[in-house]
């Protein structure tokens, strides 16, 4: 079906399952910094972090000047300033996050930061975990110190990696080296199969303390699906390796973060990435696919942002996850948290509802 076995040679084992942290707390304004040539998933996994986190963002975009002095590779095809700003503009429209985003000019790494009409006004910056990128954040709070502005709290996300395990970045795009995303057909569900898919998919547990041991799953990897599940299964420490969730739950927002750690002597705060996919309800979306392949192929715990409605996504995760890994969802008319193991008769199950779901 859709040359999926293809895709499902590339996930052979889930993130190491780890424990992971639901905090209530957001920054006021949160900045980000970059040239964004190419829009692709790391960018957007970047911003959407950084939204998820705080109440406002400012993303700084490198001038089509600053870019020139920058010397990067291929840097002779960077989409000039004007495209690179309309292609963020676009992307936080999708998300209907518009209201919650500036744009300013970036002529060198710290100005905006020190100078501009925002600098008293931000409390944090997101960064990759790129080494030299943390040490020039480091410098940034030692000058904001000078210009007698509160120190950034530094939000560091890993990097994002393609299914070959290499960095995705603009570089890869510009020298056409990339993984190029699975292109399925948008699916939508029909009545006929609804009270299938209601059907638990296997044991019903009221607590994650009457979930199987997790160290039986530090090889497979864990799955959560939905808020509810995955706000439980944080409380009791219950490791995962990937997260599905919408921040809803029964169609109610939610306003939560998800960290791993936080270091409060350098002042860092570990955020898993936070990769985003539009799926509107009752649909399965093209891109969702290859949204829950990249998590599945990152080395640390990652988190999915549904932006729609998450329900569906339950089809893509089995059907991606390598044999053997557990899946835990919430189940709402029950109460009660499901869980099963990916192997290939739920695999088979999965591709049956799936063969009568419409194309779209």
């Not at 955020?271 to 009752?282: D, F, K, M």
Request: charged share 25%; aromatic share 10%.
């Amino acid at each position: 079906m859709w040359n999926l076995p293809k895709l499902q040679k590339f996930v052979k084992t889930l993130p190491r399952p780890d424990k992971i942290s639901i905090g209530t707390k957001r920054f006021k304004f949160c900045v980000v910094g970059g040239t964004f040539d190419r829009m692709h998933i790391g960018h957007k996994t970047l911003i959407n972090t950084a939204l998820i986190f705080s109440e406002n963002i400012l993303v700084c975009v490198t001038s089509d000047t600053y870019v020139r002095k920058l010397r990067k590779i291929a840097g002779s095809i960077i989409e000039p300033y004007k495209i690179r700003e309309e292609h963020i503009r676009n992307f936080v429209a999708e998300l209907d996050q518009s209201n919650k985003i500036r744009i300013c000019i970036l002529e060198d790494p710290y100005s905006p930061a020190l100078t501009s009409q925002f600098a008293d006004k931000l409390d944090s910056i997101a960064v990759s975990e790129d080494p030299a990128v943390l040490a020039r954040t480091f410098k940034l709070n030692e000058l904001r110190k000078e210009h007698d502005l509160e120190i950034l709290t530094i939000l560091r996300i890993p990097l994002l990696r393609d299914p070959y395990g290499k960095v995705i970045s603009s570089t890869r795009y510009r020298l056409n080296d990339y993984f190029p995303p699975p292109r399925p057909p948008k699916l939508r569900v029909t009545k006929n199969i609804i009270d299938d898919i209601r059907k638990p998919k296997g044991p019903t547990v009221s607590s994650p303390k009457d979930l199987p041991d997790p160290d039986s799953f530090k090889k497979k990897g864990i799955v959560a699906i939905g808020d509810a599940a995955l706000n439980n299964l944080s409380k009791f420490d219950y490791p995962i390796s990937v997260a599905i969730v919408d921040f809803k739950i029964q169609r109610r927002d939610l306003n939560y973060t998800i960290f791993y750690n936080i270091d409060e002597r350098r002042n860092i705060v570990d955020a898993p990435p936070i990769i985003p996919v539009l799926n509107s309800p009752g649909t399965i979306s093209t891109q969702t696919w290859f949204v829950v392949l990249l998590a599945y192929v990152q080395t640390k715990p990652s988190i999915i942002s549904v932006y729609g409605e998450e329900d569906l996504l339950g089809f893509p995760a089995t059907v991606l996850a390598p044999e053997g890994a557990l899946i835990i969802y919430g189940d709402p008319f029950r109460n009660k948290l499901v869980y099963f193991i990916a192997d290939w008769e739920q695999k088979e199950k999965a591709f049956e509802l799936l063969s009568k779901m419409r194309k779209i």
